[in-house]
């Protein structure tokens, strides 16, 4: 089945103008001057919104529910498999496949990971240590124990737990010198310490990052390697 990719988002965001181009080096204070100037009336013409056909579905039925977040993870690192797209969501069906809430294409077709999320959609997607780790407010995935809120999939042994789940929703994962970062409304690992809505995973055990903080977190970011 045919889809819709935009070529532009907007007026910058993946416009091959030359005059894009050439504005874009001299700053946001620029960009504002000349648009005032302009009324956007040159930068539209240059690059005006439109949508590329040509792109296949996952399946012909698509996806019968939300899509909350999307993410890409290589199965079998430097192997011959293909990287994967990942989807996270509300759906239960990805094409003709039956997926609770996750579901990976590989360019040709769609596949479920196990039996899947329970209960809540995920809300972030990573990867760890080769290993693909989603945070949301599921309750289980795989129906393994000690997966709430956080999990991690491989395909040697399926779903599995991060040091025994978390008390409240993941809505951030990032990684960041060599460990796993999650952000959300949690206040405590699973049978262990208490964290203030964030917390970091070494591969083995979760701690906190000094007092956390007071509100909850929806998003991460690494910078200048901070």
Same mark, same amino acid.
């Given at each position: /089945? ?84 990942? /989807? ?60 709430? &809120? ?37 206040? /405590? ?7 203030? &809505? ?29």
């Amino acid at each position: /089945m045919p889809t819709l990719v935009p070529t532009c988002r907007s007026r910058f965001k993946r416009c091959r103008s030359p005059f894009a181009k050439r504005i874009g080096v001299f700053g946001f204070r620029l960009i504002i001057l000349l648009l005032a100037a302009t009324d956007g009336a040159s930068l539209n013409a240059d690059c005006a919104p439109q949508w590329e056909s040509g792109h296949t579905s996952p399946g012909p039925n698509s996806i019968d529910s939300t899509v909350t977040c999307l993410g890409t993870w290589d199965p079998d690192g430097a192997g011959p498999q293909p990287t994967r797209l990942v /989807m996270g969501g509300g759906f239960s069906t990805v094409g003709d496949v039956g997926a609770s809430n996750i579901a990976t294409w590989n360019g040709t077709g769609c596949s479920a990971l196990g039996s899947g999320l329970s209960i809540g959609p995920p809300a972030a997607i990573t990867v760890y240590n080769n290993q693909l780790i989603v945070g949301g407010n599921f309750t289980d995935a795989g129906g393994q124990p000690s997966t709430s &809120r956080i999990a991690r999939w491989t395909s040697q042994s399926g779903w599995g737990q991060l040091g025994g789940g978390l008390n409240s929703p993941v809505y951030a994962l990032s990684t960041y010198n060599g460990q796993l970062i999650a952000g959300g409304t949690f206040t /405590m690992v699973i049978g262990g310490i208490s964290v203030n &809505r964030i917390a970091q995973w070494n591969g083995v055990s979760w701690s906190s990052l000094g007092q956390g903080v007071n509100g909850d977190v929806r998003a991460l970011a690494v910078y200048n390697g901070e």
